[in-house]
């Protein structure tokens, strides 16, 4: 495969799902892909929910275009945050727009949603899913997933510390003592361990719990109090570095151990999911209703159903004096440093993708491998395959 890198026509279109303020090139990113040899073409307005003018893209030698259809239509490569599959009600109307060969980058959360990944097939487009970039040391520059657990797991701290009545610091008055809340974070995963660190710097007693022993230095190094449970964990974690999914028996025991350590905790936060498939249930009801009243839950995989019970998505649910958060879509309530932080990712893939075969990426590398989607009119990912085909011989 030749190493001579190829040279994109980029277009970055306004991003259209409801609640979305991200934007998947900032002026920075766009300045380097230039630098590069590239050109870019950003639809108007699309960066002003991150904090970016029109203006600030001109200063850096990007095309800013009026319409949605100049910038699919007159580029090799579209970026965006939230592609078709994750945005299906109003991403309907770009599958359209899609033209052979073209290469569309973005999150498409294909492993939940097979059947749209089958409706892009057919349109001939090169369609890469961030979420699939592999966890290895030479993908790590690209990994999205994690930049946005980044995030998630900052903002998540912030937001439980404004609903819990207690202030997290000790402190040492002329009122007397004020005691330190206690949190418990559950998962330390990239969202964990940033929820952990947060609720350190704020002074809080933190303690975390993983399902992977091998995270037990990880939380310590960052302060926090790891809780061992008597669970058999062997095989607990995937080649990719995420936590494999358990049978029910080994949830119930988990809850069972866990129950102690949240009746004492100010604070909650979870962190669970599993790719393309619901959140395990580690927070019942009855532990709710164990915790001190005024106590929160915060359950960062509300978007998969919610490691809590209770756990409504975007609802903040009241029960019984006790308050269970369920955010969706924190990166994008940050979305400034999300977008930069997105950006970089997209531009180190792009760059790989320019040395790996451009527009006929190589896919025998794994990185392309792993998050190629959809070539030549077809399903490429070995991944989505094996999914696909074990829900037809369930079916």
Known sequence: MS??????????????YASENRVALVPDAVATLIKDGHS????????????????????????VVSSREEVFNNNDVILQVRAYG????????????????????????PLSNPALVEEVAVTSASVFAMELVPRTTRAQSMDALSSMATVAGYQAVLLAASACPKMFPLLMTAAGTVAPAHVFVVGAGV?????????????AIVHAYDVRPAVKEQVESLGGKFVELDLTTEDSETSGGYAKAAGEDFYRKQREMMSAVIKESDVVITTAAVPGRKAPILVTKEMVEGMNTGSVVLDLAAERGGNCELTVPGETVYHEGRKILGPVNLPSTIPYHASQMYARNLVNLLKHIARTGGMNPDRTDDIIAGTLLTFDGKIVCEQLLEIMNKNKEQA
Request: charged share 25%; aromatic share 6%.
């Open 86 to 109: 994750t945005n299906v009600e109003a991403g309907k109307g770009d599958i359209s727009k899609y033209r052979p060969g073209q290469i569309v980058i973005g999150h498409f959360d």
């Open 191 to 203: 969202a964990g361990l940033q929820a952990i660190a947060t609720a350190k710097r704020l002074g």
């Open 40 to 63: 870019v073409a950003i639809e108007s307005g699309a960066g002003l929910k991150a904090g970016h003018a029109d203006t600030a893209y001109l200063a850096v030698s990007a095309t």
């Open 3 to 16: 190493e001579e890198k190829t040279q994109f026509k980029i277009g970055v279109p306004k991003e259209t």
